[in-house]
């Protein structure tokens, strides 16, 4: 990883709804069980921006539906319930390595926040989860999949 990371911050969100206002997603999972720490839509921008200068204005990105994100619990069902909720709508710290990376098409870029971590323990959770914590931008429909799921530069 890069040895300078940039700082922001981000709105804890428990089971988010989708664009639709529900949980249901499209492969039929839920997202009930999911914490994400909600960033600045203006942070997404910037970065897809970055993204599409980087590749000489060829390659844009989609947003994501939850716009730029941070996914901390995913549909995980966690041992220790009386923790879940715990900080829900509190703003955030974390650093993100300016780097971005890619892994079938979705462009993202490594975080480190020893908060969510921690709060993943409290929830009788790994403390790292798996993938590990990532700040999602979007979707590079034109992108090379990476057919081994493996992260790589963009």
């Given at each position: 990883?890069?040895?300078?990371?940039?700082?922001?911050?981000?709105?804890?969100?428990?089971?988010?709804?989708?664009?639709?206002?529900?949980?249901?997603?499209?492969?039929?999972?839920?997202?009930?069980?999911?914490?994400?720490?909600?960033?600045?839509?203006?942070?997404?921008?910037?970065?897809?921006?970055?993204?599409?200068?980087?590749?000489?204005?060829?390659?844009?990105?989609?947003?994501?539906?939850?716009?730029?994100?941070?996914?901390v619990?995913?549909?995980?069902?966690?041992?220790?319930?009386?923790?879940?909720?715990?900080?829900?709508?509190?703003?955030?710290?974390?650093?993100?390595?300016?780097r971005?990376q890619?892994?079938?098409?979705?462009?993202?870029?490594?975080?480190?926040?020893?908060?969510?971590?921690?709060?993943?323990?409290?929830?009788?959770?790994?403390?790292?989860?798996?993938?590990?914590?990532?700040?999602?931008?979007?979707?590079d429909?034109?992108?090379?999949?990476?057919?081994?799921?493996?992260?790589?530069?963009?």
């Amino acid at each position: 990883m890069y040895d300078r990371f940039i700082a922001s911050t981000g709105t804890l969100r428990y089971s988010p709804q989708l664009g639709s206002g529900g949980h249901g997603r499209r492969d039929g999972g839920s997202t009930l069980w999911w914490l994400i720490i909600d960033c600045d839509p203006e942070l997404g921008r910037y970065l897809r921006h970055q993204y599409l200068l980087g590749h000489r204005r060829t390659r844009s990105l989609q947003g994501p539906l939850w716009g730029p994100h941070i996914s901390v619990i995913r549909g995980e069902t966690p041992p220790r319930m009386e923790a879940w909720k715990r900080g829900d709508g509190s703003v955030v710290e974390f650093v993100y390595d300016p780097r971005p990376q890619q892994t079938d098409g979705y462009v993202w870029y490594p975080v480190r926040c020893e908060a969510m971590l921690d709060l993943r323990l409290a929830l009788g959770l790994p403390r790292e989860p798996e993938p590990a914590l990532h700040l999602t931008i979007g979707n590079d429909k034109h992108g090379e999949a990476d057919p081994a799921g493996t992260p790589r530069r963009a």
